[in-house]
Nanobody, 126 residues
Framework: QVQLVESGGGSVQAGGSLRLSCAVS????????MGWFRQAPGKERERVAT????????SYADSVKGRFTISQDNGKKTVYLQMNSLKPEDTAMYYC???????????????????WGQGTQVTVSS
């Protein structure tokens, strides 16, 4: 029903930039929490950034504040993650996720996000 497809990953040197995209289909875009999560080998999956589809509220993990920006194009039903000043510790598989919004913030745990994309790899070398 709900499908999420990520793209834009790749390999860059430290200090470089990448822009990830998440295309949403099979559901009404407005009124959902959209999030970017990442998982490195041997590490737990962590929330990177969230945004309310059709809204303006955003949130970021402390480790990426000031470097990453989440945005959306409501017409295209696409969520973006602009990543600047990349560091080797940003290396991970990045996933797009979604959940129905019932109020409050979208800064919720991994288990609350029910729809997931297949992920796109980001590798940052020193």
């Amino acid at each position: 029903q709900v499908q999420l497809v990520e793209s834009g990953g790749g390999s860059v040197q430290a200090g470089g930039s990448l822009r990830l995209s998440c295309a949403v289909s099979g559901s009404t875009y407005t009124g959902n929490c959209m999030g970017w999560f990442r998982q490195a080998p041997g590490k737990e999956r962590e929330r990177v950034a969230t945004i309310l589809s059709g809204g303006s509220s955003t949130s970021y993990a402390d480790s990426v504040k000031g470097r990453f920006t989440i945005s959306q194009d409501n017409g295209k039903k696409t969520v973006y993650l602009q990543m600047n000043s990349l560091k080797p510790e940003d290396t991970a598989m990045y996933y797009c996720a979604a959940k129905v919004y019932y109020g409050g913030t979208c800064r919720r745990g991994v288990s609350e996000y029910k729809y997931w994309g297949q992920g796109t790899q980001v590798t940052v070398s020193s």
